[in-house]
């Protein structure tokens, strides 16, 4: 009787314990699948075995069907002009080294993030609505999937933003373009924050994104060989003498001036498309600059049509500027 109350006792205690084992499973997800998809599932998600710095791009492009993450469904899609504002968050350690959504390794000092919907890979211009503080990072990774958070940034990325120690902050989520899978050293990414730091606006950004590195040389498309349409870009060495450049007397559209040639070079093949563009080098103190531009023109009426055509490619803060019979540069665009 005594043995027969203690195996009675012990099957209640099992009894009990199955069904709080049963709640508790109930909120997880229920598939290796889902798994992956939650990044406070912990485990599904494997570690980087190479040796040296965790490679950066990579992965595949990813969009994905909808999916459910306890108890609520998201729905991956395209979302051109994507803008909305809520609350961010940030995952570092726990997560460092580790597989992200579309195949990527997650480094928590880069500029990444997890977003819920957006496609994999893909840039979005985040703003810190409390600070006003703002960055471009690549998207590479789905979360966060605790109540209604917008995004899931890097530690990296919330120090930069500077909401680190408070855990979360209200941001707004601009998406900018798709991003290369791969890209060595987050190239484009640097390019974009340079240019963002410089004014450039969603549009101007997007023609960054896939870009080409700077070449010794570049030929703009054209129908005829005869006559292009655009420029040949050749680049000056650093030795070289900067040669007076003579223009005539008239107005151009200044589009901007850049500290990074790539991303001139990135403004100047965007714009050649549109119109008849230059660019120069000039002594900019510590470093050269590259201002690109257009021709000159003969009135101003002409100048201000050439102005609507630059702001409606993407390029609002141009301004007419007239010129004199000889600007003193080194051209590199002619």
Request: with cysteine; glycine share 8%; hydrophobic share 35%.
């Amino acid at each position: 009787m005594h043995r027969d109350g203690h195996v009675g006792w012990f099957l209640a205690v099992l009894a009990t314990l199955a069904l709080v084992l049963v709640g508790c499973s109930s909120d997880r997800p229920k598939s290796s699948k889902s798994r992956s998809l939650n990044p406070f599932a912990g485990t599904g998600s494997p570690y980087y075995k190479g040796k040296g710095p965790i490679p950066e791009g990579g992965g595949k492009y990813h969009v994905g069907k909808p999916y459910q993450v306890a108890g609520r469904w998201y729905t991956p899609k395209e979302q051109p002009g994507y803008d909305k504002k809520g609350m961010a968050s940030w995952y570092g350690e726990a997560f460092h080294a580790r597989k992200t959504s579309n195949g990527e390794w997650f480094d928590m000092a880069d500029l990444t993030a997890a977003h819920p919907t957006l496609p994999l890979p893909s840039y979005a211009k985040v703003t810190n609505l409390e600070n006003g503080k703002t960055v471009v990072v690549r998207i590479n990774d789905r979360g966060p999937f605790v109540g209604t958070r917008l995004i899931d940034l890097s530690k990296r990325t919330s120090e930069y933003l500077g909401f680190k120690h408070r855990g979360k902050a209200m941001v707004r989520v601009q998406w900018i373009e798709d991003a290369p899978l791969q890209d060595k050293g987050y190239r484009h990414l640097a390019m974009m924050n340079n240019e963002m730091r410089d004014g450039a606006n969603i549009r101007q950004l997007a023609s960054v994104a896939h870009s080409k590195a700077p070449a010794t040389t570049e030929i703009a498309k054209t129908d005829s060989p005869d006559e292009p349409v655009a420029k040949t870009v050749a680049y000056r060495t650093a030795e070289a003498e900067p040669e007076p450049t003579f223009v005539s007397a008239g107005f151009v559209v200044h589009v901007a001036t850049f500290s990074k040639r790539s991303n001139a070079d990135a403004t100047y093949a965007y714009l050649s498309e549109v119109t008849e563009v230059q660019m120069y080098q000039f002594e900019g103190g510590d470093a050269p600059l590259y201002r690109v531009q257009t021709v000159s023109v003969s009135d101003e009426d002409e100048a201000a049509a050439l102005l609507d055509k630059i702001q409606s490619a993407g390029f609002p803060d141009a301004k007419i500027r007239r010129v004199k019979v000889q600007q003193v540069a080194a051209k590199i665009a002619g």
